[in-house]
């Protein structure tokens, strides 16, 4: 366990539908990153939160979006479905400011767009 | 924007031979961070590289940065099946962000 924990693990929905994935950051992490696998773009950065606050945007799609709540998790909302958008959605969450700490990440969701 | 180029994108070795995979970026990082994914797995931090020309070692593994920290490599010495997965690498650009840029990663797979 790496101490960052996402659900659902395993999300299959319908295209043109919303789905939510949420994520606990480490305990102590103010900073929550949001990353996207797919087979033939490796990890893609969406965005990043550091203590409730959008800090970095990545390429992040407009029908995407998410916030961090005051106890640090964060959702990240997925609307009007495509089947691209079926991907592994990670999670990763770090201590900002200290050297040699990288980024722990979940074990995140695999969302299949059917 | 900030680009991560590594190669090669799979390695396939027989079990005692050595294994290197290279990482370079478009711009100047403050630091580099190396990650192993197994096959299933998340990624998994493995070591950070901050000053130029810095080397580090883990056991096997030798980490490099380059002297105009604009690339890196790591090296298994005697891979063993337990180093199957996919190696990142992902660079940092400065700022107060810490955002990190993965590059595509090398599959790396170990034939007993």
């Known amino acids: 366990d790496s101490g960052v924990t996402q659900t659902p693990k395993h999300l299959i929905t319908a295209t043109g539908q919303r789905v939510t994935l949420r994520c606990s950051p480490r305990?102590?992490?103010?900073?929550v990153y949001w990353y996207q696998q797919s087979l033939d773009q490796g990890l893609q950065f969406l965005i990043q939160?550091?203590?409730?606050?959008?800090?970095a945007k990545g390429n992040i799609l407009e029908r995407f979006s998410a916030q961090q709540f005051p106890d640090l998790h964060s959702e990240l909302n997925l609307s009007s479905l495509e089947l691209g958008d079926s991907a592994l959605y990670f999670c990763?969450?770090?201590?900002?400011?200290?050297?040699?700490?990288?980024?722990?990440f979940g074990s995140g969701t695999r969302l299949t767009v059917v | 924007g900030q680009q991560v180029m590594q190669i090669p994108q799979y390695q396939h070795v027989q079990e005692g031979e050595d294994f290197t995979t290279y990482c370079n970026s478009s711009t100047t990082l403050s630091n580099i961070q190396w990650y192993k994914q197994r096959p299933g797995g998340h990624p998994v931090f493995l070591i950070q590289?901050?000053?130029?020309?810095e080397v580090k070692k883990q056991k096997r593994l030798t980490f490099q940065f380059g002297e105009a920290k604009k690339n890196s490599s790591l090296h298994i010495t005697a891979t063993q099946t337990t180093d199957v997965g996919t190696y990142f690498c992902a660079g940092q650009g400065g700022g107060s962000n810490y955002k990190l840029t993965f590059g595509k990663g090398t599959l790396l797979t170990v034939n007993p």
């Open positions: 990763a969450s770090s201590a900002l400011g200290k050297a040699n700490y990288g980024y722990t």
């Open positions: 590289l901050v000053k130029s020309g």
């Open positions: 939160y550091y203590n409730g606050e959008e800090r």
């Open positions: 305990s102590g992490d103010l900073s």
